[in-house]
């Protein structure tokens, strides 16, 4: 599986970005996909889920309410839509993809491929 996503960039606070993940290599619309976000000097952390088939979602606390998390299995693509934007969102946003199976999942070691990863910058 390659992953490949895009959609990084400088936001000022409150302001939105998309994110867009393309999927390449195996059936795309079969494993569940989650977005993770690491920023300097910190841990890589969970931000989003998404199962196989959309129907259902998982959040991190932190970004409830203001973070959508969908998928095109059409176009073999997941989106993360971040509105609100703070400046502790800024990042390395990855995504991940779960090719294993089984439900959707906060644990980063649940995941076995990962994208190259998208900055985004929030500024006060």
């Known amino acids: 599986v390659q992953l490949q996503a895009s959609g990084g960039g400088l936001v000022q606070a409150g302001g939105s970005l998309r994110l867009s993940c393309a999927a390449s290599?195996?059936?795309?619309?079969?494993?569940?996909m989650g977005w993770f976000r690491q920023a300097t000097g910190k841990e890589r952390e969970f931000v989003a889920g998404?199962?196989?088939?959309?129907?259902?979602?998982y959040y991190a606390d932190s970004v409830k309410g203001r973070f959508t998390i969908s998928r095109d299995n059409a176009k073999n693509t997941v989106y993360l839509q971040m509105n609100s934007l703070k400046p502790e969102d800024t990042a390395v946003y990855y995504c991940?993809?779960?090719?294993?199976?089984?439900?959707?999942?906060?644990?980063?070691?649940?995941?076995?491929?990962w994208g190259q990863g998208t900055q985004v910058t929030v500024s006060s």
């Open positions: 290599g195996r059936t795309f619309s079969t494993y569940p």
């Open positions: 998404i199962r196989w088939s959309g129907g259902n979602t």
């Open positions: 991940a993809a779960r090719v294993n199976g089984g439900s959707i999942t906060g644990d980063r070691n649940e995941y076995n491929y």
